[in-house]
């Protein structure tokens, strides 16, 4: 497994992360209901911003989990992690 910083063209595979939750899971990543993943909304998690600073964790070619910093404007930081169920219990999220 290794971690390096998402990219656009990993749009595909924070998808793939976002396909292979839970609802529930779906609901703690983005504090509220989502029946249906948008994969136009994903590319804001990809895109370069200076306000959102993202990690994905890759095993080969499979992306197992993904991490979010969204910097606010009093310099605190919210984090956002997310990893998909075939990839739990095996150390993604430490």
Known sequence: MYIRPIRLSDHDLYL??????????????????????????????????KSLF????????TALGAVHACFNDDGSAELAVVVANDARHHSVGQ
């Open 54 to 61: 993202g990690l994905i964790a890759m095993e080969g070619d």
């Open 16 to 49: 793939s992360i976002l396909q292979r939750i839970t609802p529930e899971d779906c609901h703690c990543r983005f504090f509220h209901a989502v029946k249906h993943i948008d994969p136009n909304h994903v590319r804001r998690f990809v895109e370069p911003s």
